[in-house]
């Protein structure tokens, strides 16, 4: 049973530059998550994805956007890159919840993404 | 707004010496408090979901604990293996699309 998975593994781009990071779900999972991780800091929250809609967005500006496709795989876009922007950027999977339990997500390996 | 803080940031130990890992929280509607272990350079693996305050969950040398302001992550003597960042989040909310919020994490070194 595979899980999560993560292309590519390392990207290094130059500022004002765009990127595409792209994520598969564990088998059996619906929804997906993104989140960016700056070195030293916890995971923060993008967004969140089912039946192809963003369904939760965190504190990040309109350059971060997203799609989710039929097969429940997920892109993250990110226009007009700034140096802030370099970071390990994760996708996480889960089935969705039902309203009043836990929902464990499990993550990929991520994206290390450097600006230049 | 949720927050998490995790205490210490860095914890060295020798081989064998047992120590836990707080994790103190302020949340809205509490869903689930989780672990998870990062290596370097990877992604989180998922370690623990607890709920309930008094509930506890064991796995090998680890058992998470919860309150209902903290939680904790005993570790039982230790080996240099589980040296990693250990991270703590929690997830509110009533409806199906839970996001986390993570605190910084506390870096685990365990010496031979």
């Known amino acids: 049973d595979a899980g999560v998975t993560q292309s590519p593994t390392h990207l290094i781009k130059t500022r004002g530059q765009q990127v595409t990071l792209r994520c598969s779900p564990k088998?059996?999972?619906?929804?997906v998550s993104w989140y960016q991780q700056a070195l030293g800091q916890g995971p923060q929250f993008i967004f969140q994805?089912?039946?192809?809609?963003?369904?939760q967005r965190g504190n990040f500006p309109d350059r971060f956007s997203g799609h989710q496709f039929p097969n429940y795989s997920s892109e993250l876009n990110v226009n007009a890159l700034l140096l802030g922007d370099s970071a390990l950027y994760l996708c996480?999977?889960?089935?969705?919840?039902?309203?009043?339990?836990?929902?464990?997500?499990?993550f990929g390996p991520g994206t290390r993404l450097t600006v230049l | 707004e949720d927050q998490v803080t995790q205490s210490p940031e860095a914890l060295r130990l020798q081989e064998g010496e047992s120590s836990s890992l707080n994790c103190s929280y302020t949340?809205?509607?509490?869903?689930?408090l989780f672990w998870y272990r990062q290596d370097p350079g990877k992604g989180p693996e998922f370690l623990f979901t607890?709920?309930?305050a008094g509930e506890e969950k064991e796995k090998e040398r680890l058992k998470a604990t919860l309150t209902k302001k903290e939680s904790f992550l005993h570790i039982t003597a230790p080996k240099p293996e589980d040296s990693a960042t250990y991270l703590c989040?929690?997830?509110?909310?009533?409806?199906?699309?839970?996001?986390?919020?993570f605190g910084t994490g506390t870096r685990l070194l365990v010496s031979p």
């Open positions: 996480a999977s889960t089935r969705r919840g039902v309203a009043g339990g836990p929902n464990e997500q499990f």
């Open positions: 088998s059996g999972h619906d929804t």
């Open positions: 994805y089912y039946e192809e809609e963003e369904r």
């Open positions: 949340v809205s509607g509490l869903r689930g």
């Open positions: 607890l709920y309930s």
């Open positions: 989040a929690v997830q509110a909310g009533n409806t199906g699309f839970q996001k986390l919020v």
